[in-house]
């Protein structure tokens, strides 16, 4: 007997970070974020309402790492 849970393809688990908890997580402010994203050197945000953005805690997470690992080339 199968599972109907076993024909859904799986949802990689990801959450919608709002500002303040992306300023926590890369330790830039509002400004630099929003000039890094209008430069195309940040994550753009998903729009969730008329007047609500957020960004993808996995998109986010991984300009961090890259952050990290182009500081070892620049050493």
């Known amino acids: 007997m199968q599972l109907v849970s ?7 688990r ?3 970070l709002r500002l303040p908890e992306v300023e ?12 890094l994203v ?3 050197k940040f994550v753009r945000p998903v729009r969730i309402s008329a007047r609500c953005v957020a960004w993808p805690e996995s998109a ?3 300009w961090v790492q890259d952050q990290i690992a182009a500081r070892g080339d620049q050493a």
């Open 60 to 62: 986010c997470l991984q």
């Open 38 to 40: 209008k430069a195309g």
């Open 6 to 12: 076993e024909n859904r393809p799986q949802v990689k």
């Open 14 to 16: 990801d959450r919608l």
């Open 24 to 35: 926590t997580l890369t330790g830039l402010k509002k400004s630099s974020i929003y000039g």
